[in-house]
């Protein structure tokens, strides 16, 4: 179902004493309860997150990736069953930065996704063009190519269940956001495509976040996008005033 979220993904961030000190904050600033605000701290943190948060139907907590079997010999990695089992609810698939440095392809997180699909996990999926494709224009085309090799696997039922987040990847963490107009481009053709595969039901229900160098002085601009639903904020989403900032800027 189509909603407003912000997602704050903490990436490899706090200690643990720190992350839990971090969510208090965030509790007792946040003050907008129509929005859905989903924590992504790392692995070690899930149980004791979900713990804190399990009473507040406002907030939920997401891992920061899965692994894209169930189980087996596979040393350090957590599978989507564990996460489940410490609380979570989401799962980020496909962030930029696990394409980049883990060499994760359109076939792992296709098996990715349905593995958090089968714990009954959310997937909160990741789409996004580099500088290169940007500048040459050919960025739709890399959002299709996305969208189609993986997502598009999904049956109907499945496809509805997911989020979408586009990042520009020359945006994340560089401070470089992408203006209102580009981003509102982005999602309505992301929404288009959708419509064309699944059609409009689907399309219009399904809830798309920007993400890359969102922060409180930009966000309102960004939320107020017809196709823009809510943010995945990285940088911004570590200091509990500016997350909270952002959950109330729709
Ligand atoms: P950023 O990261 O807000 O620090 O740019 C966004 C993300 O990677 O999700």
New binding site residues.
Partial sequence: MRRKIV?G?W?MNKTLSQGLDLIEEIISASSNSSVLKIIAPPFTHLTAVAEKLKSKTDFAVAAQDCHHLNSGAYTGEISADMIASTGAQYV?IG???RRLYAGETDEILIQKLNCALASNLTPIF?IGESIEERNANTHLEKIRAQLKEALFQLSPTDFEKVII?Y?PVW?????LTATSYQAQGVHDYIRTEINKKYGKGISENVTILY?????AQNAKELFSCADIDG???????LKADDYTAITNSF
């Fill in positions: 997602a993904n990436k980020i962030h930029s930065e990741c987040a990042e945006a994340i963490g560089t401070g993400g890359g160098s969102c922060n943010g995945l904020i990285g940088g911004a989403s």
